[in-house]
């Protein structure tokens, strides 16, 4: 059912717990279907220097969690921002697909905690498929 990755971030999920006076805070989820994501940022001159998440769901939102900070550690905001769902399911080695929606708000809760990154600091740009209206997104059923 879940590949040996899911498996090994969900029992051991890397960058759990939050940042003080982070760069940028994004929360998103739906407490009606049980999975929200937080996620803080720690941004210095456009790196993300330190990311941590706090998740409560199931153990593929746990997972896909622990994946996706993996991933934009280390990176520029604009590298973190093509972070895709999808990206994130195939570096687990792929999810059920009813479990799908877990990567689609792990990819959310990056764009969400930028948007608040840039916000924060009086910067003005898109963000590629985030309309800002966190709600709207999870407005999804599984």
């Not at 900070?69 to 990176?75: A, C, F, L, S």
């Not at 973190?80 to 999808?86: F, G, I, Y």
């Not at 697909?97 to 969400?112: D, F, G, R, T």
């Not at 905690?113 to 599984?142: F, R, S």
């Amino acid at each position: 059912m879940y590949s040996e990755k899911v498996m090994d971030h969900f029992s051991n999920p890397r960058n759990v717990g939050e940042i003080e006076n982070a760069s940028g805070v994004g929360e998103v989820g739906n407490a009606k279907c049980g999975d929200i994501m937080k996620m803080f940022l720690k941004i210095e001159e456009g790196v993300i220097v330190d990311v941590k998440f706090k998740t409560f769901g199931c153990g593929a939102a746990v997972a896909t969690s622990s994946m996706a900070t993996e991933m934009i550690k280390g990176k520029t905001v604009e590298e973190a921002l093509l972070l895709t769902n999808k990206a994130v399911v195939e570096a687990l080695d792929g999810l059920p697909p009813a479990k799908i929606h877990c990567s689609v708000l792990a990819e959310e809760a990056v764009k969400s905690a930028v948007a608040d990154y840039y916000k924060k600091n009086g910067i003005e740009k898109e963000i590629p498929g985030c309309t800002g209206d966190c709600a709207a997104c999870h407005l999804h059923d599984h």
